[in-house]
C-alpha cells in the first residue's frame, strides 16, 4: 500500500473511533423520569401530611388552654360561692336575727308563735 492509502485509511479510522466514542456517550440519568415523578409525588405527601399534624396539634393545645381557663374560672366561682354559702350560714344564725329584730323594736310574744313542720 501506498503511504497515501495508509493516511487515508488511518484518517478514516480515527472518524469511526471519534464517531464511536460520541456514540457511546449518551448520558445515563441517575433517576427515571417515572422514579422523579413518584418521588415528587411523595415528597408532596409528606410535607401534606407534616402540614396537617402540627396544624392539628397545634388546635388541640389551643383547645387544651380554654379548657384550662374555663377550669380555672369554674375553680374561682366555686370559692366565691363557697364564701358566700358561709355568710348566709353566719347571717342566719338564730342570735344575730333576734339581734336585729330587737333593734327594730319586736318582742317576742309566745302567744303569736306559731310552729310550722316541714315535710
Known sequence: MSSLARKFQQQQQGE???QEQSIV????HWLTP?????GVVFTGLVCFGA????SNQAEI???????QE???SINEIEKVNNDLQVQV?????YERIWEKAKEMGLVLNENN???VHEE
Not at 34 to 38: F, L, P, S
Not at 61 to 67: D, G, L, M, P, S
Open 61 to 67: 393545645y389551643q383547645v387544651n388552654k380554654e379548657i
Open 70 to 72: 374555663v377550669q380555672t
Open 113 to 115: 308563735v306559731k310552729v
Open 89 to 93: 350560714s353566719e347571717l342566719s344564725t
Open 16 to 18: 469511526r473511533t471519534v
Open 25 to 28: 456517550k449518551t448520558k445515563k
Open 51 to 54: 402540614v396537617h399534624l402540627i
Open 34 to 38: 417515572g422514579e422523579k415523578i413518584i
